[in-house]
Nanobody, 124 residues
Framework: VQLQASGGGLVQAGGSLRLSCTASGRTFSTGIMGWFRQAPGKEREFVAGISWSGGSTYYADSVKGRFTISRDNVKNTMYLQMDSLKPEDTAVYSC??????????????????WGQGTLVTVSS
């Protein structure tokens, strides 16, 4: 499975961005998908995850109520709608997938496939 993330950019605080993650190859292996982010000097952290059907989602407390994760399995694409952005949301955002239909996990080591990352910069 190859994952391609896109949609990052520069936005002012309070603004919105939508990230996309398109899968190719063995797309049936993208059971659970998630978004992670890594800010300069910090460890990678979980942002949001979604089940294969899209019926189950999970968010980090820091983004709950502001970010919305979704997926379109016909287009093999996952999205992250980010609203009310804050300067502390500045990071490289990466998408990931694991070939399972179980529970969403926040641990990056449990994801098998990763995209290259897209930079989100939120100015104050």
């Amino acid at each position: 499975v190859q994952l391609q993330a896109s949609g990052g950019g520069l936005v002012q605080a309070g603004g919105s961005l939508r990230l996309s993650c398109t899968a190719s190859g063995r797309t049936f292996s993208t059971g659970i998908m998630g978004w992670f982010r890594q800010a300069p000097g910090k460890e990678r952290e979980f942002v949001a995850g979604i089940s294969w059907s899209g019926g189950s989602t999970y968010y980090a407390d820091s983004v709950k109520g502001r970010f919305t994760i979704s997926r379109d399995n016909v287009k093999n694409t996952m999205y992250l709608q980010m609203d009310s952005l804050k300067p502390e949301d500045t990071a490289v955002y990466s998408c990931a997938a694991r070939p399972t239909y179980g529970s969403i996990t926040i641990r990056p080591g449990e994801y098998d496939y990763w995209g290259q990352g897209t930079l989100v910069t939120v100015s104050s």
